[in-house]
């Protein structure tokens, strides 16, 4: 267990639907990054939120957004969803800025957009 | 070219056996190599981190970097079935600051290790 935390675990909803996906952190972490895995893509960055600021930007739609609260627990919303956006959604946290090394994955949300 | 090339494998091994298992990256900026473990349907475990160059050790496993080749590996002694999993290479790049905090996987190599 590596103290991160999803919910939901699983998510079925239909195209063009807007879903919201949570995360909390390790414990003392300020640091989470969302990333994005498919099959034929791997894992991909999403977004990072350091203490609540957006710091760095991936391979993230316009249709995605994210935030992090100020108790640091982090949502990823997701909307106008498309049949390709059916992924595994995996959120890692880092107790600092730089993570780098030491990020922790949760056990992530399998989206399937039917 | 991406950025991080792993060879998916599937790759299939006797029980004691050694692995190898190497990825390739072309972007010279990577500082910081992971390994990272996933089993099916799990988030990715941290197994080995190293940075730049050299080989670090720990139990039945060894990390390798090559940053002159662009080349990194980790091998696994004594193989068990409960190594059986999906390998994640992952790359970052120094501290300074942007989006080099964000980690580069590769593929993953699937491997099975048979009792």
């Known amino acids: 267990d590596s103290g991160v935390t999803q919910t939901p675990k699983h998510l079925i909803t239909a195209t063009g639907q807007r879903v919201t996906l949570r995360c909390s952190p390790r414990?003392?972490?300020?640091?989470v990054y969302w990333y994005q895995q498919s099959l034929d893509q791997g894992l991909q960055f999403l977004i990072q939120?350091?203490?609540?600021?957006?710091?760095a930007k991936g391979n993230i739609l316009e249709r995605f957004s994210a935030q992090q609260f100020p108790d640091l627990h982090s949502e990823l919303n997701l909307s106008s969803l498309e049949l390709g956006d059916s992924a595994l959604y995996f959120c890692?946290?880092?107790?600092?800025?730089?993570?780098?090394?030491?990020?922790?994955f949760g056990p992530g949300t399998r989206l399937t957009v039917l | 070219q991406k950025e991080v090339e792993q060879d998916p494998g599937p790759l299939s091994v006797p029980e004691g056996a050694i692995v190898s298992l190497n990825c390739t990256y072309s972007n010279s900026a990577f500082q910081y190599f992971m390994w990272y473990r996933q089993y099916s349907r799990k988030g990715p475990e941290l197994l080995m981190y190293t940075y730049s160059s050299g080989n670090k050790e720990d139990g039945r496993f060894t990390a390798q970097v090559d940053k002159s080749s662009k080349y990194i590996s980790l091998f696994i002694r004594d193989s068990q079935p409960s190594d059986s999993a999906t390998y994640l290479c992952?790359?970052?790049?120094?501290?300074?600051?942007?989006?080099?905090?964000?980690?580069?996987f590769g593929k993953g190599t699937l491997l099975t290790v048979n009792p």
């Open positions: 414990s003392g972490d300020l640091s």
């Open positions: 992952a790359m970052s790049g120094g501290d300074s600051g942007g989006s080099n905090y964000k980690l580069t």
């Open positions: 939120y350091y203490n609540g600021e957006e710091r």
């Open positions: 890692a946290s880092s107790v600092d800025l730089t993570g780098g090394r030491t990020q922790y």
